[in-house]
């Protein structure tokens, strides 16, 4: 019995060393074609933009081309459906955002399971968005702005740029730290939020720093403050939602880069080290930050340990907002 044992055991080693050995020529060669980038919004978007930027650097890193592929709908959950069911190779990869966790935390019975059914690569950049109200209110902070809505209950409007996107949990996490009531005004995009925010439609707005900050230094729009742990890079004098005194509060939009779940290790280590090349490129630079965002990089295990504070950072929004099916 115990010489079986030990063939079985032995033959058990033997399969993993071949398996290991089989795949170290896979990893070596990677890749061997183009690679696609999957991006669940259209072209144009940050998410888009992002993809492009970084995919063309990290091309040149890889030596073969990186296609970006806009399958827009559902929240991303198509590109991500795509993704999650392509070969486990390390060619076919998804942009993901902030979009992601939530839309897992507000349907779990989506037809894959994030982050499961996905390996983290690498976390690209980040984009604070900006809390900004119309002027007509009189507020020039987030303590008068807390102060006027209990003073003046349900008197205000607050936009998104869609039901269970981040800018309205953004809205509703700041309800929730503050007691305030505001009501929701969903529209199909930041764009549009942005523009009746102008015209005096609504009242308050969490948005993109992108495409805002522009009207606030034009005067047409009052920022407070920005949504990320550190000042954003485009706009050094805004305080922190935190240094305004609501500590914790972090709602910003992220770039990230997934694969699916069982890539090979040696593929996702390569993948990795190209992307922080990539962010360490002079025109990647040039190209993103002066659109608002803030690079960021860092290994594949520290992109997993972010995506897991996401998903317990959003449940509990979800929850309170009534959003879980």
Known sequence: MM???????????????I???????????FPTRSMHVIVGFPAGSGADITARVVGQRMAQNLGQPVVVENRAGAGSSLAAEFV?????DGHTLLLATVANPILAVVNPNLPYNFPKDFAPVARLATTPNVLVVHPSIKVTSVKELI??????????????????????LSGELFKAMTGIQMVHVPYPGSAQAVTDLIAGRIQVLFTPASGVLQHARAGKVVALASTEAKRAGAA????????AGLGGFETGLWFGLLAPYGTPQPI????NHA?????K????????????MDLVGGSADEFAKYLDGEMRRWAPVVAAAGLKK
């Open 147 to 168: 102060a006027y809505a209990k003073a003046n209950p349900d008197k205000l409007s607050f936009g998104s740029s869609g039901v269970a996107t981040v800018t309205h």
């Open 19 to 29: 398996g290991v050995a089989a795949r170290e020529p896979q990893a070596q060669a």
């Open 268 to 271: 996702i280590d390569k993948l």
């Open 236 to 243: 050094q004098d805004l305080p922190t939602m935190a240094e």
């Open 3 to 17: 010489k079986s044992t030990g063939v079985l055991t032995s033959l058990f080693v033997s399969a993993l060393l």
């Open 84 to 88: 999650a069911r392509a070969p486990k």
């Open 275 to 279: 992307a922080n090349e990539a962010l």
């Open 281 to 292: 490129s002079a025109e990647v630079a040039q190209a993103l930050v002066p659109q608002g």
